[in-house]
């Protein structure tokens, strides 16, 4: 989508020589009056691409590409619009205005905001919850398991209490409902009270490539059904964009990455030195995975 004005645009190019720009990119010699080099858009020996000064504009007769200035850039630089017009902005010294988001776009980026806030805020608050003497049955899961100490700690396993506790402490640190219930992890029970959505859970903080928790999984420790909880979508996070540990991953030298079924997994492997693992998250299409893997990767 183009976000400037059309007058804005042409004043851009008015102000800059499409010979001196491509000049940077490819060797021009003048003939006539235009001027010609070899075509950075195909292989060849005998130069067919000319630029006409006058025009303003690049034309390739073998190749058939052709263009104005900012064309040229985009193809070249393998950009956008935007982005090839900005670079143009610059070199014609001309500021570009700052681009008004609307006051929904606004709203909504705030309470993104605020999302990211809650789940960092939530996911120190079930780790520290971890070590109180009320997360005996956490406590004995993740000894049963072998999980040590650095392990909890990176991952930053956590325990959801009871009732509405993560509720009580977000409101006490200041939180509105709205955000709150935007991040869902509090719900509205039947009686219309708020409610946190995990109890009682062994708790996985789900993280971004930036490290940010996006979401939570968690695991029930006694007959609770399901056994595995993970968040919906929220304005933070989809389930089909997201692997579990990518973050970690993400930062290994390897050029391959391992990937298991569940968090429990992930993490085994990760205690033992094997870094370049990440978990599906449930309901994730393995299209969508395998797209997330390749915009990291590639
Ligand atoms: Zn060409």
Request: glycine share 6%.
């Amino acid at each position: 989508m183009v976000r400037y004005e059309s007058g804005l645009i042409e004043e851009i190019k008015a102000n800059v020589n499409i010979v001196d720009i491509i000049s940077q990119y490819v060797v021009l010699k003048r003939k006539g009056r235009n001027y010609f080099g070899l075509c950075p858009f195909h292989n060849e020996k005998s130069p067919s691409f000319s630029v006409s000064e006058n025009k303003q504009i690049f034309h390739c007769f073998g190749c058939g590409a052709g263009g104005d200035a900012l064309l040229f850039i985009q193809k070249i630089e393998n950009i956008s619009f935007n982005e090839a017009l900005e670079i143009l902005a610059e070199k014609a010294n001309i500021t570009l205005p700052k681009i008004e988001t609307s006051k929904e776009e606004q709203e909504k980026l705030h309470i993104q905001e605020k999302v990211y806030q809650i789940n960092e805020f939530a996911a120190n608050y079930f780790h520290k919850n971890l070590y109180n003497s009320s997360a005996k049955p956490a406590q004995e899961y993740v000894k049963k398991r072998k999980l040590n100490n650095a392990t909890l700690q990176n991952f930053q396993i956590g325990y959801s209490g009871n009732f509405d506790d993560l509720y009580q402490e977000l409101k006490k640190n200041g939180f509105q409902d709205q955000e709150i219930f935007e991040s869902k992890l509090v719900i509205r029970s039947k009686n219309g009270k708020p409610s946190d959505a995990f109890k009682r859970r062994l708790m996985f903080p789900i993280k971004d490539v930036k490290d940010r928790v996006i979401a939570f999984g968690g695991r029930a420790l006694d007959d609770s059904k399901p056994k595995y909880i993970n968040s919906p979508d929220t304005v933070c996070y989809s389930k089909g964009r997201n692997l579990y540990g990518l973050n970690i991953a993400k930062k290994t030298d390897k050029d391959f990455i391992i990937m298991v079924e569940g968090y429990m997994d992930a993490i085994s492997l990760h205690q033992r030195g094997i870094n370049n693992v990440v978990a599906s998250l449930r309901n994730s299409s393995y299209r969508e995975t395998v797209k997330t893997i390749k915009k990291i990767y590639i």
